[in-house]
């Protein structure tokens, strides 16, 4: 139920009506007005102001102000006169009357707003076409005008040369004429001159046979290949991996069976899965799922970086870095017992500890110890980080951890 304003404020002249009312605090962008010639209404919720007019207004020249707190309504009046009162007194059927005639002028107003802005925008459309289509029209005939005049250009380019090939053909011609004339008159010297080069002439053919014959003595040689060379087998030696530890601290065996388990996880690959039919080729590859589960993690996709990494665990469940990375992102998901065991899992994969995997080790046994100080199992979270420091002593960062840790058991006991 709406609850009625009724402390406006009002003035008039012979021609215009002043009403003012207070909007309680409510924000003028949720106060909305309805007007016709016999009806003004203003609702604000939780308020109304509603008035059944004394005389009829001219409603589109009438206009409103709302802001600062207060809306001000400038009505125009049809008749020029005083008013005795602001508003009228009518039964309520009359009232419903009215406030259904004022609906329905607006939903008419509406509507021939919403046409009036389709036609608009339908006109805006059309304009732009027109105007694109003009805009290509006049890029077309630029470009047809470019082509024209090349075509032009060449065409008297060509026909400059037509002509200039003919005149140098006419010289030719003259020239040959007149020489004609000129061997006409020395009949004799001719016969004799041709007498003398005929021999030449035989010379010259037989010349001609020869590089012809040699042309081809040479094209059969180019065709003559040499037959392809027999198979042959190469032996490599290849030079035997130095650890650089000392003799009574080597740890070769340890080594040796660390880099097997290495080539055995890189072979052991399954393909056999349901989830790998929609994927593309490189999609089926580990290190590649792995590289984007890292980038997942590093921008904060921590969810996406887990399923990365399921799908590459499911691949080939014999890489500890995948277990390793998937135990870093439970701990930001706070999945803590998940973190315990990929954290296990990982550094029973990193067996036997040797130097190639130490830092893969630590990694493993600060994420497990993390996650057991989380689930404030302090014990078992020292442990770990009491691990970590032998495989790295000089690391203060793990040193002071592990005070903290220390310091919160013996506050405990």
């Known amino acids: 139920m709406p609850l009625i304003v009724r402390d406006h404020t009002w003035t008039q002249n012979q021609s215009t009506v002043y009403i003012s009312v207070p909007l309680k605090g409510v924000k003028s962008a949720s106060v909305h007005v309805t007007c016709t010639d016999e009806y003004l209404k203003v609702s604000f919720p939780p308020f109304l102001f509603e008035l059944f007019l004394f005389a009829p207004i001219n409603e589109e020249k009438s206009e409103a102000r709302i802001g600062n707190g207060v809306a001000v309504f400038t009505l125009q009046k049809r008749r020029d006169e005083l008013w005795q009162q602001l508003f009228t007194d009518i039964d309520k059927a009359k009232q419903m009357q009215i406030r259904e005639q004022a609906l329905l002028k607006v939903q008419e107003k509406e509507a021939e707003k919403s046409k009036a802005k389709a036609a608009r925008i339908q006109q805006e459309k059309r304009y732009a076409l027109e105007t694109m289509m003009k805009l290509e029209n006049e890029e077309r005939d630029r470009i047809q005008k470019i082509k024209d005049e090349e075509c032009t250009r060449a065409t008297t380019e060509l026909e400059f040369w037509r002509e ?128 984007k589960g890292d980038k997942f993690f590093m921008s904060g996709n921590y969810q996406a970086a887990v399923n990365a990494y399921n799908l590459a665990i499911k691949l080939n469940r014999k890489i500890p870095a995948l277990f390793s990375n998937r135990a870093a992102c439970h701990l930001k998901l706070r999945n803590l017992h998940k973190a315990i065991e990929d954290s296990s899992q990982a550094l029973e994969l990193l067996k036997p500890a040797v130097a190639a995997n130490a830092s893969a080790r630590l990694k493993a046994h600060v994420r497990r110890g993390t996650a057991f100080c989380e689930l404030e199992l302090y014990v078992e979270g020292l442990q770990d980080y009491q691990a970590a420091l032998e495989i790295d002593p000089h690391n203060a960062a793990l040193r002071a951890d592990s005070d903290k840790i220390r310091e919160i058991i013996q506050g405990t006991a």
Do not use: H
């Not at 020489?179 to 002439?201: C, I, L």
């Not at 392809?228 to 130095?242: D, W």
């Open 164 to 291: 200039t090939q003919r005149k140098t053909a006419e010289e030719i011609e003259n020239q040959q004429k007149t020489r004609g004339t000129g061997t006409q008159d020395k009949q004799p010297v001719y016969q004799k001159t041709e007498r003398a080069n005929a021999p030449p002439a035989i010379t010259l053919m037989r010349n001609t046979g020869d590089t012809t014959s040699g042309q081809r003595s040479r094209k059969q040689k180019a065709k003559e290949l040499p037959a392809p060379r027999s198979a042959g087998c190469i032996q490599i030696s290849f030079t035997p991996r130095v650890f650089p530890t000392a003799l009574r601290e080597s740890r070769v065996p340890e080594e040796e069976e660390w880099l097997k388990k290495q080539a055995e996880a890189r072979r052991a690959l399954d393909t056999d899965l349901a989830e790998l039919d929609d994927l593309r080729e490189e999609e089926r590859n580990p290190d590649w799922l792995k590289e």
